[in-house]
């Protein structure tokens, strides 16, 4: 079971906005700690795609962004694309049990 | 441009030892604030972070896994190694090496490795 919750999946229709949530606690999200977020093509190793909560790495589309508050994140995915349909893991950091970096389970996007 | 490659075995039987190992390049583990790390990934199951080793010999482990797991690094050939001890069927995963950044997450990915554990 994984420190951070996500929804198991998520769809939209080309064009639409979907959002993907990420719940941790106060140990994580909540004691301030950054969210990120990574992309996961079929077949292929996972992809930075927003750090920093709301950041966006070079080549990655301003479609997607990010945002935190409390011990909650979102993943916001605008004008959706045939190529976004793939897994969205989002990722912090746990100060209980020594520290350690945690990940969600994971959230399938399906893009109908 | 940094990059990573990890190396190992395919197949490992249960109680063996695991050893995996990531050559990368791009980058130096003597430069002070870097870290790589593993992270694997279950077929059809979610990402579990395992270890971070950093440039001045600092490890970081999952707790849950601790106590079977060892990180080194071999700063002259750019290498960082994991052991995973008494491995099960359970421990069957693609694992992947990954540069940590100095805001806690991780990029580059490396292409992984699949390691299926049985007898």
Redesign the interface.
Known sequence: QSVLTQPPSVSGAPGQRVTISCTGSSSSIGAGYAVHWYQQLPGTAPKLLIYGNNNRPSGVPDRFSGSKSGTSASLAITGLQAEDEADYYCQSYDNSLSGSWVFGGGTKLTVL | QITLKESGPTLVKPTQTLTVTCTFSGFSLRTSGVGV?W?RQPPGK????LA?IYWNDDK?Y??SLKSRLTITKDTSKNQVVLSMTNLDPVDTATY?CVHR?S??????????TLVTVSS
């Open positions: 790390g992270i979610a990402l579990e972070w971070v970081r999952s707790p992947y950044r805001g806690n997450y991780f990029d580059p990915w490396g292409q992984g």
